[in-house]
């Protein structure tokens, strides 16, 4: 399939170059969002464009598909969950250049140098995470089914109490 991307990139000069990248990330690298998996981490693919558009800007246009394993907050048990986002960076170095950018790009710090690239893939997979993870409704394991059942027959009508007194006073 595709090859493992390097750990690190310098966005400026692959922009310049007008490159272009497609490989694999493995997730276990990414320490933001390995706290978050119910199983074992596999790999993203991804997909990088790197290019200096009509305004000067060094942009980075890119994909990231990836399967992870949370917790159904429902069950409690792993759901898989299906990430694929795109995104649309602009390299920056200062928080001047940050604020000029227009609509649609989003800033790509690189300051302090080349950029890892687990941690941009990470940033992505991170935002592409639903907040609440769950299964489909008729996806979750019986141990719920039993509940909602026992849920659904004790929704009595908390009045019932006071309809029940009503009717006592009126009988006497």
């Known amino acids: 399939m595709?090859?493992?991307?390097?750990?690190?990139?310098?966005p400026a000069r692959l922009a310049d170059k007008g490159a272009r990248l497609q490989g694999r990330v493995a997730l276990e690298s990414m320490?933001?969002?390995?706290?978050?998996?119910?199983g074992e981490p596999g790999e993203a693919e991804v997909e990088?464009?790197?290019?200096?558009d009509e305004r000067?800007?060094?942009?980075?246009?890119?994909?990231?598909?990836?399967?992870?394993?949370?917790?159904?907050?429902?069950?409690?048990?792993?759901?898989?969950?299906?990430?694929?986002?795109?995104?649309?960076?602009?390299?920056?170095?200062?928080?001047?250049?940050?604020?000029?950018l227009p609509e649609g790009l989003e800033p790509l710090d690189c300051g302090e140098g080349p950029v890892p690239v687990a941690q941009?893939?990470?940033?992505?997979?991170?935002?592409g995470l639903p907040l609440v993870p769950s299964h489909p409704?008729?996806?979750?394991?019986?141990?719920?089914?039993?509940?909602?059942?026992q849920a659904d027959a004790a929704t009595d009508?908390?009045?019932s109490v006071l309809k029940d007194w009503q009717d006592k006073r009126r009988q006497e």
């Open 2 to 10: 595709h090859a493992v991307l390097p750990e690190r990139i310098d």
């Open 31 to 38: 320490e933001r969002l390995v706290p978050l998996l119910a």
């Open 120 to 127: 941009l893939v990470e940033d992505e997979i991170l935002l």
């Open 137 to 149: 409704d008729s996806g979750c394991s019986r141990e719920t089914a039993r509940w909602k059942d």
């Open 56 to 100: 000067g800007l060094r942009t980075v246009h890119g994909r990231v598909r990836a399967e992870v394993l949370l917790t159904c907050q429902r069950c409690l048990q792993p759901v898989a969950t299906q990430v694929d986002g795109e995104f649309h960076l602009a390299v920056v170095a200062s928080p001047t250049e940050e604020r000029r």
């Open 157 to 159: 009508n908390p009045f």
């Open 48 to 52: 990088m464009a790197f290019a200096v």
